[in-house]
């Protein structure tokens, strides 16, 4: 079984900075794509970034310059350094990891970012 745990969520101050970290337990000998997702109230679920297992990133074009995804194969963990952090980047963030062709959902950390 595989379990998805998220970390690092809270309220900031506008231009302020945070790190989500995401650790993935059980099946992770086949982790392909890990993924940061984030939905606003009223919004549907957005993606924020994801990263391949060969390190190839991609961004929503928001936080471009402003996010950072990487990840650590060894610890099967996956990080978003959030820095210059804007109001708009208030959301529930959620990691994905797709393990074969299967996707799984950890259970969301709430970043608030105050004006």
């Known amino acids: 079984q595989v379990q998805v745990v998220e970390s690092g969520g809270g309220l900031v101050q506008a231009g302020g900075s945070l790190r989500l970290s995401c650790v993935v337990s059980?099946?992770?000998?086949?982790?392909?794509?890990y993924g940061w997702y984030r939905q606003a109230p009223g919004k549907e679920r957005e993606t924020v970034a994801r990263i391949s297992m060969r390190g190839s990133t991609d961004y929503r074009e928001s936080v471009k310059g402003r996010f950072t995804i990487a990840r650590d194969n060894a610890k099967n963990t996956v990080y978003l350094q959030m820095n210059s952090l804007k109001p708009e980047d208030t959301a529930v963030y959620y990691c994905n990891v797709v393990i074969g062709l299967d996707e799984h959902w950890g259970q969301g950390t709430q970043v608030t970012v105050s004006s």
């Open positions: 059980g099946i992770t000998d086949r982790i392909n794509i």
